[in-house]
């Protein structure tokens, strides 16, 4: 697989299921050593500490810890203490939920689980939020809420999002680009520009041009499914 993604960019990995986009997310994140190949990274960062952040498919909080807790944790584990109260409350006020630092797991619902997971990862400033299909298990409305509200963060903090998910729709409503991958083994089988504008809206998801792209991508993971003849 070789893939290039530039500074800022918001990027999908779109494909059959068990063709590696976790799995190129977890060696993105140096969580697995590639069998082969490697990671390259710019000159001018390859000798720091990699700023990465990373958002499971489950929150994965731990159930007895408050929000506030959960989200303090990379900066424990970092030792980066200093700080630590202000880039938490800066974290939970970016996903909507500094009204929710001393609530329990178990209190939240699906979506706001996830928002905390999402502070989690943003609370170390890392400048690569890598995304593993976070919004699969959520209903459709909350899903497409917290689509924008990435939208917005991403726009805002000036982050580069790699974003794995089996949806489409979903990965045509927020990316710049959509890498379709083959099945195991997985490959590049094409690379998908979405020349739409942002901020993208219910105006863009009812659109015309949304319903292109969605064709043309659609098209495009069918014949990397081989689900077609066509080359």
């Not at 070789?2 to 800022?8: A, E, F, K, T």
């Not at 918001?10 to 969580?31: D, E, N, Q």
């Not at 001018?44 to 499971?56: C, K, Q, S």
């Not at 699969?136 to 909350?142: F, G, S």
Request: charged letters at 25%; proline letters at 6%; aromatic letters at 8%.
């Amino acid at each position: 697989m070789s893939l290039n993604v530039w500074p800022g960019e918001f990027v999908s990995l779109l494909g059959p299921s068990g063709c590696g986009k976790s799995t190129a997310l977890r060696i993105i994140a140096g969580l697995t050593e590639p069998t082969n190949g490697r990671v390259e990274w710019p000159a001018a960062e390859a000798a720091i500490p990699r700023r990465i952040g990373f958002v499971f498919q489950e929150p994965t909080l731990m159930p007895w810890a408050t929000v506030e807790g959960n989200v303090r944790l990379p900066l424990r584990l970092a030792g980066l203490e200093a700080d630590a109260q202000a880039r938490v409350e800066a974290a939970l006020a970016r996903v909507g939920l500094s009204g929710f630092a001393a609530s329990y797991p178990r209190e939240l619902s699906g979506g706001m689980k996830m928002r905390a997971s999402i502070a989690r990862a943003l609370v170390t400033e890392p400048k690569l939020l890598l995304m593993d299909e976070p919004f699969a298990a959520l209903d459709e409305i909350t899903r497409f809420r917290l689509n924008n509200d990435l939208l917005a963060l991403w726009q805002s903090l000036d982050k580069t999002v790699v974003f794995v998910t089996h949806s489409v729709f979903e990965s045509v409503y927020l990316s710049q680009r959509i890498v379709v991958m083959t099945r195991r083994p997985g490959r590049v089988f094409a690379e998908l520009a979405i020349d739409a504008p942002y901020p993208r809206d219910e105006r863009f998801r009812t659109s015309s041009d949304y319903a292109a792209h969605c064709r043309r991508v659609s098209d495009a993971l069918a014949r990397a499914s081989g689900a077609t003849d066509e080359p």
